[in-house]
Structure formats: C-alpha cells, structure tokens
C-alpha cells in the first residue's frame, strides 16, 4: 500500500489542564487512485510529545472540513483513523 500522507489536513485538539492544543498533520495519496475510506496511522507518542500530553489527556480528531472522525488507539502504539484522500 502507497504512502497516504498530504491532501487532507486532519487537526488533532487535544484538551490538557493547560487549555486546548491542536497540531494539523497533512495526508496525501501518491498513488494514481483515490483512496476512500483509508486508514491512516501516526505514533501515539508522537501525537502526545508534539500536543504535550499526558497518557490520559482526552483528544478529538477532526477533518479538513471540521467533521470529528472516529480512531482507535492500537496495541503497539498507533493512532489510527480513517482517511479518503484523491490521487
């Protein structure tokens, strides 16, 4: 499968005792189809060292167009969610 990594801007917001925090990472698809309905995959502890957050700390993910998109925290570490991105 073909990197799926800038096209789609996804904001992370992650809420923290300090106040709200948000990273924008960026998804694109190199290959010469569209990928729908895709899952992309980032480091958890990535996400928690660029948002300064604890192991704890609650955080939503959001689309492009401000959709909040479901993910799940996988057993070796990786937040996944969906993506659609075009070629």
């Known amino acids: 499968m073909k990197k799926i990594i800038l ?5 992370i917001i992650g809420f923290s005792c300090s106040g709200g925090k948000s990273v924008k990472i960026s998804v694109k698809n190199d290959s010469a189809i569209d990928r729908e309905n895709e899952i992309a995959e980032i480091s ?20 492009a167009q401000g959709k909040q998109l479901p993910y799940q925290l996988t057993y070796d570490g990786k937040l996944i969610f969906p993506v659609t991105v075009k070629a």
């Open 44 to 63: 958890m502890s990535s996400v928690t060292e660029m948002l300064g957050l604890s192991d704890t700390a609650q955080f939503v993910i959001l689309d």
């Open 7 to 11: 096209l789609l801007f996804i904001a």
